[in-house]
Structure formats: C-alpha cells, structure tokens
C-alpha cells in the first residue's frame, strides 16, 4: 500500500463493487472551519475527539457501508480528502471512533507541495481531486454506479 492510499478492508480490494460512495471529508463528513488562518490552525490541531461530525453523516456512511446494493452487489466507500497527509493518524481515528468504515482514504501530499514551492497547489482542488476519481475509477467495469459526497 502505498502513502496516498490505505484500503481499510482487504476484501473490498477482491470484489468489484457496484456501488462506490466517494466523500470529501471536510464540510461534508467534518464540520470544518478553515476560512481564516486562525481556523485553519485550530482544525490542524485538534484531536479526533475534538472533531464534529456533520449531523447524520456517519449514521448514513455505515448505513450505506453495509447496505446490499439493488443488484445485489457490494458497495465501497472512499475518501479523497484535500486534508493534508500529516493529519491521517487523527482522523482515521475520528472515523474509528464514528464507528465508520473506509476502504480507501486518499489525503493530499500538502507537505510535498509547500516543500518543492508548489503554493497554489496547496489550495488548489480540481488539479488533486480530479485525476484521483479518475485513478479510482479506472479498471471498474462501466456498471459500476458512483455517487460523490462534497465537492
């Protein structure tokens, strides 16, 4: 397993899914505030206690995690997440604490980009984002269904 991706669930990894729920985590999963420095801080260092959930988000993650999909198939949950990679220990642990599964959590390399001088990269989503849907959808037959959460 490589530092961009962790599968939670080695089964999901054998199966084809027919179903794959794609989340942002921050104002979508976590209610985050990172509008001013001063936020942003303060969300960097909170402990995964600390961390709220949106209402109804983990309730509907777990629901969605072991629901049968209409064919009858599996269904997969993945998150691609503009947080940093420093911040993987906290909240992997805020989602063990939700009682919610992942079999895959994608965090930006934030620390590599502010390193190699790539600033705009460090706010810049579309340029992330886009080619790791891309990646996750590649080599999945085109009935497998996805539904994305955030943005």
Same mark, same amino acid.
């Given at each position: 397993?490589?530092?961009?991706?962790?599968?939670?669930?080695?089964?999901?990894?054998?199966?084809?899914?027919?179903?794959?729920?794609?989340?942002?985590?921050?104002?979508?999963?976590?209610?985050?505030?990172?509008?001013?420095?001063?936020?942003?801080?303060?969300?960097?260092?909170? #402990?995964?206690?600390?961390?709220?959930?949106?209402?109804?988000?983990?309730?509907?993650?777990?629901?969605?995690?072991?629901?049968?999909?209409?064919?009858?198939?599996?269904?997969?949950?993945?998150?691609?997440? #503009?947080?940093?990679?420093?911040?993987?220990?906290?909240?992997?642990?805020?989602?063990?604490?939700?009682?919610?599964?992942?079999?895959?959590?994608?965090?930006?390399?934030?620390?590599?980009?502010?390193?190699?001088?790539?600033?705009?990269?460090?706010?810049?989503?579309? #340029?992330?984002?886009?080619?790791?849907?891309?990646?996750?959808?590649?080599?999945?037959?085109?009935?497998?269904?996805?539904?994305?959460?955030?943005?």
């Amino acid at each position: 397993m490589n530092d961009k991706t962790t599968a939670f669930d080695s089964q999901a990894e054998l199966t084809v899914p027919s179903v794959i729920y794609r989340w942002d985590l921050d104002k979508t999963y976590l209610r985050t505030d990172f509008d001013t420095v001063r936020a942003l801080l303060r969300t960097a260092f909170e #402990g995964a206690k600390e961390k709220q959930t949106v209402p109804g988000a983990a309730t509907l993650l777990r629901e969605l995690r072991g629901a049968v999909a209409p064919d009858g198939g599996t269904s997969r949950v993945c998150f691609i997440s #503009g947080s940093p990679r420093q911040m993987r220990r906290v909240l992997m642990e805020k989602l063990r604490l939700d009682g919610v599964e992942a079999d895959e959590f994608i965090l930006k390399p934030n620390l590599r980009n502010m390193l190699t001088g790539r600033f705009r990269a460090m706010r810049e989503q579309v #340029g992330y984002k886009l080619p790791a849907l891309l990646a996750g959808r590649s080599g999945l037959p085109p009935e497998t269904r996805e539904v994305c959460f955030g943005d």
